[in-house]
């Protein structure tokens, strides 16, 4: 029997007194799926030398992950919030460690594949419960401390994964390459689970609705359906069974929100609250941070194969040069939630343009070194800036769209931006691959000098789009 069982869950009158233990675990167990959004970029050269794996093969490493995690994002929060929090925590732990032991002992692409789309679920089911349990067990200013400490982990995560993935690959621990980026997580699922078994306690909102598993199983399926044909069309020659494919999963995810907006069944939770996509401010801004997500993992999925695969770069190298990147986010993410709470929708803008100039500068100077290898100071400077327009673009999102939703929105609010997160991320690493590979037989530089028009189109795009969102965020104290 648990020991938890004979503490009390917290209460309002009497927090729970192991609190902060308990979020230093849960935060431990959410850097495993926060390391591994960007840890396995760096290592894909290596893992598709190593396992002779296709272009397709490739783009499926980073999308099946992104699309498990989209799919079962929304439904697992509110199983914890109805049934329990602890459970789901403990049992996404468990299985995220085994699915990273199952994608470090893969012996094909297609295992691989597999894993990585079950450490997708997986992670969904965990990260959920990290927050929600944060917002029951904190109250005032230890909760915004507790966020604080998410927010300041997760930006750190973002930057060490880059690095700690090539670091880890050239490493090669006991002959394990490419494999350690994902066998480190076993132990730290070990510790964690045990860690969490004594320390994390039950919480779930009383009020909470019935989840809605047949919806969310026809969302998972129309998500794979759009990406499935972007991936693959291109090997296969564009057939028409890919295009049919794509257009009914596009109808899929519409039609499931229209049956959302009419049904009228009590208790039920909707999975897409037609009521918050009424609001122009939170289409637009959904909107924004898929296209955000869309160039950001399309380019750092080509920009690791050509570094490595046309420029010689180590693993390693690769991982520290990108580190720029995340150092020019470090610059300006702690202005950007009080820059955006006076000049709102001009912060993001701003962020939006400042990206499409770094990535312009990349492409400028890969394109200016047609007859060389670019080297690395060249590319520094467009990294740091577009690095430094994530911060004010990505950081105050949902804090200046959530001004124009209503309070009883915005848990939901939040987690469809999560979902769109995830989803754009594996669209942009189907799309922006897909335009990468259908040219590499020209060279891995020209491959890349013709993919990067693509990305930093979706950031003006994003730019845009910016105009039409609220004309500053909401202040803390509101």
Not at 77 to 106: M, N, V
Not at 224 to 236: F, I, S
Not at 428 to 442: D, N
Request: proline letters at 5%; glycine letters at 14%; a positive charge.
């Amino acid at each position: 029997m648990s020991t938890t069982l004979t503490t009390p869950p917290p209460t309002a009158a009497e927090p729970y007194p192991r609190r902060w233990a308990a979020a230093v675990v849960m935060m431990i167990a959410a850097l495993m799926d926060l390391l591994d959004v960007t840890i396995v970029n760096v290592a894909i050269p290596s893992i598709g030398r190593d396992l002779h794996a296709s272009a397709s093969d490739l783009q499926w490493l980073v999308s099946a992950y992104l699309l498990g995690f989209a799919a079962t994002l929304i439904v697992s929060g509110h199983l914890g919030d109805r049934f329990g929090r602890r459970g789901l925590f403990l049992a996404g732990t468990a299985g995220f460690g085994l699915a990273s032991l199952g994608c470090g002992i893969a012996g094909s692409p297609g295992q691989l594949i597999a894993a990585r789309a079950v450490q997708g679920v997986l992670a969904a089911v965990l990260m959920p419960q990290v927050l929600g349990s944060f917002r029951t067990l904190f109250r005032g200013k230890d909760r915004g401390a507790a966020f604080g400490m998410y927010g300041a982990v997760a930006g750190f995560a973002s930057a060490i994964g880059l690095l700690l993935g090539g670091l880890l690959t050239d490493a090669d621990l006991f002959g394990w390459g490419w494999r350690s980026v994902f066998l480190v997580n076993v132990p730290v699922a070990v510790g964690t689970f045990v860690a969490g078994l004594l320390l994390v306690p039950s919480t779930k909102e009383r009020s909470a609705g019935r989840p809605d598993v047949l919806g969310s199983l026809v969302l998972a399926a129309g998500l794979v359906a759009v990406v499935l044909p972007l991936v693959q069309g291109r090997q296969n020659g564009w057939p028409l069974w890919g295009w049919t494919c794509l257009a009914a999963g596009v109808l899929a995810i519409a039609g499931l929100g229209v049956y959302e907006a009419r049904r009228r069944t009590p208790g039920t939770v909707p999975l897409l609250p037609a009521r918050a996509f009424r609001l122009p401010a939170f289409s637009v801004g959904v909107l924004v941070q898929l296209l955000f997500s869309v160039g950001m993992q399309g380019f750092f999925l080509v920009f690791a194969l050509w570094l490595q695969a046309g420029e010689g770069y180590s693993p390693a190298q690769a991982g520290v040069l990108t580190v720029a990147f995340s150092a020019g986010s470090f610059l300006t993410a702690p202005a950007a939630d009080g820059l955006a709470v006076k000049y709102g929708r001009l912060v993001l803008g701003a962020g939006a343009l400042m990206m499409a100039g770094g990535f312009c500068w990349i492409w400028a100077a890969v394109t200016d070194s047609s007859a060389a290898h670019t080297g690395a100071w060249p590319l520094v400077p467009g990294l740091v800036i577009a690095g430094a327009g994530l911060g004010f673009l990505v950081v105050p999102l949902v804090n200046v769209v959530l001004s124009a939703v209503p309070g009883e929105l915005a848990g939901g609010a939040s987690g469809i931006f999560s979902t769109a997160q995830q989803f754009g991320g594996a669209l942009g690493a189907a799309v922006i691959g897909t335009v990468f590979f259908g040219h590499t037989s020209h060279g891995l530089t020209h491959a890349l000098t013709t993919a990067m028009p693509w990305v930093t189109a979706g950031f003006v795009i994003c730019a845009g789009l910016c105009g039409a969102l609220p004309r500053r965020a909401v202040a803390e104290h509101e």
